[in-house]
C-alpha cells in the first residue's frame, strides 16, 4: 500500500513562487508515489481578516494554480479545508490538548502577530488546527516548505501525547523538506521569507504576475554588494536566494549555475533569471486560466470533498470514541 501524504496551502493571497517551488511544485512531483491529500486550508486564511469576494476568489484560484501546477485530481484529492467539518472537530480537540507554553513558541505566531494584542486567537491557535488537518488523514508525511517545520513538529507532539493518554489512536507524521529550495526569500529583503500576503508585492512573484512584471521585480531585486555570482549563503544571501530560484526554475544545479555566469556581472544574470522563471511560470499560468474559463475545478473540489469527508470522518469517531465524547450524532449531524 501507497503512504499516504497531507498538506494544506492558504488562500490568503495569490500563491507565490516560494509556495511554488518549496511546496506545490514538490506536492506534484510526489502524486504518483504517494496516496495524497492536499487542501486549501481557507480556515487558516480567516486567521487575519479577508474580504469575502476576494476570499472567494482566492480559494478558486488557489485550487486552479495547484491544478495548473500539474496535480492530477485522478492522482490525488484536492479539496477545501472548510468543506469538510472534521476540521474545525478535531481542531479543537487539538487546541485542548496544546499547550498555552507550546503554541507561544510558534514562530510563525510572534513574527506575524509582532507582539501586538490585536491580532485573532486563531493566529494563535491555528498550528493546533494544521495538526488536525494533518492526523486526520492517518498522513505518514507532510510535505512542507521549511518554515512548516516547526508545526509539523508540534503536530507529532501533539498526536504522541494524545496516544499516550487514550491510546494508540492518530497516526504520528514525519515532515517531508526538500533538501534545497524549501525556503525562498523575499526579493527585498533575504532574511524574511517570500510571503504571498506581503504588503510590499516587490517583494515576491506572484504565480499570475505578467512577464513585464516579474522582470521589473528581478530587475529590483536586492543584491549583495560585488560583482562577481557566487553562491555564498552567509555573506551573500541576496544573491544566493537568486541563484537558489535560478537553479530551481531551469532545473541546473547551483555549481552550474554558477559556473555559467562566471566573469559576468549581476544585469546579466538577472536579464536570465527574469527569463527562466517566465519559462516556468508560463505553462502553469496558461492552465490556470484554462480551468478557471471552463470551470473544472469546481467538480474537483466537490469530488475531493466527498473524498476527504470520508476519511476524515472515520479517524475523527475513531478520536471521540477513544476520548468517551458522544457519537450519538455522527460528523454529518444526523442520529444514528
Ligand atoms: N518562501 C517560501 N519558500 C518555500 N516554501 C514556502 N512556503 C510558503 N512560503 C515559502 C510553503 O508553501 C506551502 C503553503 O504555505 P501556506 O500558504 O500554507 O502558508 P505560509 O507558509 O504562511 O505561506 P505564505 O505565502 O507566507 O502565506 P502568508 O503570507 O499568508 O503567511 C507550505 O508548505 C509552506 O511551507
Keep these: 500500500m501507497r503512504k499516504r501524504v497531507f ?29 495524497a491529500f492536499y487542501c486549501v486550508v481557507d480556515y487558516h486564511a480567516i486567521t487575519v481578516p479577508q474580504p469575502p469576494e476576494s476570499l472567494r476568489s482566492q480559494i478558486a484560484r488557489t485550487a486552479a494554480f495547484m491544478l495548473g501546477a500539474g496535480l492530477d485530481p485522478e492522482k490525488m484529492t484536492l479539496f477545501v479545508q472548510s468543506d469538510v467539518p472534521a476540521h474545525t472537530q478535531l481542531g479543537w480537540i487539538m487546541e485542548c490538548t496544546a499547550t498555552f507554553g507550546e503554541l507561544s513558541r510558534m514562530t510563525q505566531f510572534k513574527d506575524k502577530s509582532q507582539g501586538k494584542e490585536s491580532v485573532s486567537g486563531g493566529l494563535f491557535t491555528y498550528p493546533a488546527l494544521m495538526a488536525a488537518d494533518i492526523l486526520l488523514y492517518d498522513a505518514d508525511a507532510v510535505p512542507v516548505g521549511e518554515d512548516q517545520k516547526q508545526h509539523v513538529e508540534l503536530c507529532r507532539d501533539l498526536a504522541e501525547r494524545f496516544n499516550s493518554r487514550f491510546g494508540s489512536v492518530l497516526k504520528v507524521p514525519e515532515p517531508l523538506i526538500a533538501e534545497t529550495g524549501a525556503r525562498i526569500m523575499s ?40 560583482r562577481e555570482v557566487a553562491y555564498d549563503p552567509e555573506e551573500k544571501p541576496a544573491l544566493a536566494n537568486l541563484i537558489t530560484i535560478f537553479s530551481h526554475c531551469s ?37 490556470h486560466d484554462a480551468i478557471v474559463a471552463d470551470g473544472s475545478y469546481v467538480e474537483v473540489l466537490r469530488e475531493g470533498a466527498r473524498r476527504a469527508h470520508e476519511v476524515s470522518s472515520t479517524v475523527l469517531r475513531r478520536v471521540k470514541e477513544a476520548m468517551g465524547l458522544s457519537l450519538f450524532i455522527d460528523p454529518e449531524g444526523v442520529r444514528i
Design 251 to 287: 532545473g541546473r544545479s547551483i555549481d552550474e549555475v554558477v559556473a555559467a555566469y562566471e566573469g559576468k556581472g549581476y544585469a546579466e544574470f538577472k536579464k536570465d533569471l527574469a527569463e527562466v522563471v517566465v519559462e516556468a511560470l508560463t505553462p502553469v499560468q496558461a492552465r
Design 187 to 226: 526579493l527585498q529583503d533575504p532574511h524574511k521569507k517570500m510571503s504571498k500576503s506581503d504588503p510590499n508585492p516587490s517583494g515576491y512573484i506572484s504565480l499570475a504576475d505578467s512577464k513585464d512584471d516579474i522582470a521589473k521585480k528581478i530587475r529590483r531585486a536586492v543584491t549583495d554588494s560585488g
Design 7 to 35: 498538506s494544506g496551502v492558504q488562500p490568503s493571497g495569490i500563491l507565490t513562487l516560494g509556495n511554488y517551488l518549496g511546496a506545490i511544485k514538490r506536492f506534484v512531483e510526489i502524486q504518483d508515489e504517494f496516496e
